[in-house]
């Protein structure tokens, strides 16, 4: 099991202060659907962007 | 590098790995990207073995989103977490003996400027704080006294991270680390005052806790080294291994220190501030 983050999308605005924090490249992207969608494989699971998201759209989580 | 240089010839195509086929199909090259559209384009850097919330991995990936030409940019970096992801990242990127990265960069840009006479190759370069404060901190004044046109870009962690916390001449007085067990003894090194004062024609202090900040500095300054001279970067990425705080609050902390050692600065001579007003 690994940590990661999860999406909620009706709360995401897609502001992309999340992206703009995550300290790995190309973990979060923004969709077509201006949301913002997490490679799990990749997420080291630091959680810096549930602290900045001002919507609480990011949730701790597990795969 | 160039689009060019890194499309591949029909046979490879379909057996290259998908980051090689993004980077070509959606990366920065010959097309123009800044923090702003991170999340939408290709980043230059790979999977990196940083730790899970490391403040430098976020400056150098700010940083690299923001290089005005990354296909003709060569990045110059020395012992440190940095090399981490510098070494996993497509833009040319050389390592030095510790403390010689300055040298190396005057080197360099000198050579790339006889050689392309007619284009610029920026030479930046992205080291620790240690890397600058301490052991390469003759050869970085040097350079900055000689007027080379190359952007020099701190990773500030207030420690030397990848040795497991030895103090740095820019950590915080009274800072108790890993191997400085009773607190460090003097203040933190005012390099970026030294910066101003030794010939850098622009400088700005920012933090990762403000990246669309970090990335327009970064930007300005390698722009003005082109056409004007030495340029400076000092960037706040806080290390929750060595400072021992939870990974999730690496950009708390960044925020904290801009109410104090961290607030935000910028110097330019008259001459930049003309320049900036026609870019
Ligand atoms: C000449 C020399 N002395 C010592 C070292 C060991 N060394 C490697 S990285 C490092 C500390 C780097 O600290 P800093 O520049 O702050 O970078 P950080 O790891 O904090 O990002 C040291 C002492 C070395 N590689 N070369
Ligand atoms: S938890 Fe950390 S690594 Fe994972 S997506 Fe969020 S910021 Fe990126
Ligand atoms: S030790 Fe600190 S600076 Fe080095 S990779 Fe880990 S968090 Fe980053
Ligand atoms: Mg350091």
Redesign the interface.
């Known amino acids: 099991m690994y940590v990661t983050v999860k999406v909620d999308k009706d709360k995401c605005t897609g502001c992309k202060l999340c992206i703009l924090t995550c300290p790995e490249a190309n973990v979060i992207t923004l969709n077509e659907d201006k949301k913002v969608c997490i490679n799990s494989n990749r997420c080291k699971g630091c959680f810096l962007c549930v602290s900045v998201c001002p919507k609480k759209a990011l949730k701790e989580g597990s795969v | 590098m160039s689009v060019r240089n890194i499309t591949p010839v029909k046979e490879f195509e379909d057996i290259l790995p998908k980051e090689y086929k993004d980077l070509v199909n959606k990366g920065p090259f010959n097309n123009k990207k800044s923090?702003d559209d991170?999340?939408?384009f290709?980043?230059?850097?790979?999977?990196?073995p940083?730790c899970?919330?490391?403040?430098v991995?976020?400056g150098i990936?700010?940083a690299l989103a923001s290089l005005p030409s990354p296909e003709d940019s060569l990045v110059v970096g020395t012992p440190g977490c940095s090399f981490f992801a510098l070494s996993q990242s497509a833009v040319n990127y050389s390592n030095t003996a510790f403390g010689n990265q300055n040298a190396v960069a005057t080197g360099l840009k000198r050579m790339l400027q006889i050689r392309y006479p007619d284009k610029h190759k920026d030479v930046i370069v992205m080291v620790g704080d240690g890397g600058i404060a301490d052991i390469g901190l003759d050869l970085t004044l040097h350079s900055w006294f000689r007027k080379e046109k190359i952007t020099t870009i701190m990773l500030d962690n207030e420690v030397y991270g990848n040795t497991g916390g030895q103090e740095s001449g820019m950590s915080m007085k009274g800072r108790v680390l890993n191997m400085a067990p009773t607190g460090k003894k003097f203040d933190k090194i005012p390099v970026f005052d030294m910066a101003e004062v030794s010939g850098c024609v622009y400088g700005a202090r920012v933090t990762v806790a403000n990246?669309?900040k970090v990335g327009q500095v970064v930007r300005n300054a390698i722009l003005i080294a082109r056409e004007i001279g030495p340029t400076y970067v000092q960037i706040f990425t806080p290390c929750?291994t060595n400072m021992k705080f939870p990974?999730?609050?690496?950009?708390?902390i960044a925020k904290e220190a801009q109410k104090d050692q961290y607030s935000y600065k910028e110097f330019m001579t008259d001459e930049v501030a003309e320049y900036l007003k026609n870019i």
């Open positions: 923090v991170l999340g939408t290709k980043e230059i850097i790979e999977e990196h940083h899970a919330g490391c403040g991995s976020l990936r700010l990246p669309k929750p990974p999730d609050q690496t950009i708390k």
